[in-house]
């Protein structure tokens, strides 16, 4: 699997664009990089996933560098509910097994 | 589709006793995966299903786990015996292949 590098934690402030950054230099070709999200006490919830071009969809937006090997998640008007622990997944060759990091921790301040 | 459920939400048993969670995946999804989360270790993916047959278990911790997908729409993770250090709490989810897995709302075990 490619591992994934993500800072531990941010703060934003709400109503601002919150810019989560996640390091996959080790991607192959064709893994996608996969966005979840884990708002406390409750299961992951998928955002958004892509693999080389940009991504957006209601929730947010996906950034995928020309070399594949970074990309950033994109929350273009934090709110309060926004606060959550991001996880950045590259799954396996089969692309199902996801591998949970440590994630970032957002926290969104009003 | 009312999504993964899980059942029970909350458990609370003694040491040496057996426990048994309980996952519905959603309707048409081939792959299914219970996963275990702590403060200490995170999210840890314990074994995982296509077409009900388990693909990989490297994940369980040991012999006193196991899991079994009898057909596509249910499934269990079993601990015998239960002991304290298996308290957390665990996930169940489902996918299609190359899609978003979709999360339960989880089952917290305490053992005491």
């Known amino acids: 699997d490619a591992k994934t590098t993500q800072p531990p934690s941010m703060d934003c402030a709400e109503g601002r664009a919150a810019n989560l950054p996640c390091n996959h230099s080790?991607?192959?070709?064709?893994?996608?990089v996969y966005w979840y999200r884990q708002i406390h006490s409750q299961g992951p919830q998928y955002i958004i996933h892509?693999?080389?071009n940009n991504e957006t969809n209601e929730m947010a937006s996906l950034i995928i560098t020309e070399d594949r090997k970074s990309s950033t998640l994109i929350l273009p008007h934090a709110t309060l509910r926004d606060t959550a622990v991001y996880y950045c997944?590259?799954?396996?060759?089969?692309?199902?097994?996801?591998?949970f990091g440590g994630g970032t921790r957002l926290m969104v301040k009003p | 589709d009312a999504g993964v459920i899980q059942s029970p939400r909350h458990e609370v048993t003694e040491m040496g006793q057996e426990v048994t969670l309980r996952c519905k995946p959603i309707?048409?999804?081939?792959?299914l995966f219970w996963y275990r989360q702590t403060m200490m270790r995170g999210l840890e993916l314990l074994i995982y299903?296509?077409?009900?047959?388990?693909?990989?278990d490297s994940g369980m911790p040991e012999d006193r786990f196991s899991a079994k997908m009898p057909n596509a729409s249910f499934s269990t993770l079993k601990i015998q015996p239960s002991e304290p250090r298996d308290s957390a709490v665990y996930f169940c989810?489902?996918?299609?292949?190359?899609?978003?897995?979709?999360f339960g709302q989880g089952t917290r075990l305490t053992v005491v």
């Open positions: 989810a489902s996918s299609s292949l190359g899609r978003e897995a979709f």
């Open positions: 080790t991607i192959s070709g064709n893994e996608y």
């Open positions: 892509g693999l080389k």
């Open positions: 997944i590259v799954p396996n060759n089969a692309g199902n097994m996801l591998t």
């Open positions: 309707s048409g999804h081939d792959y």
């Open positions: 299903f296509n077409n009900n047959v388990p693909i990989d």
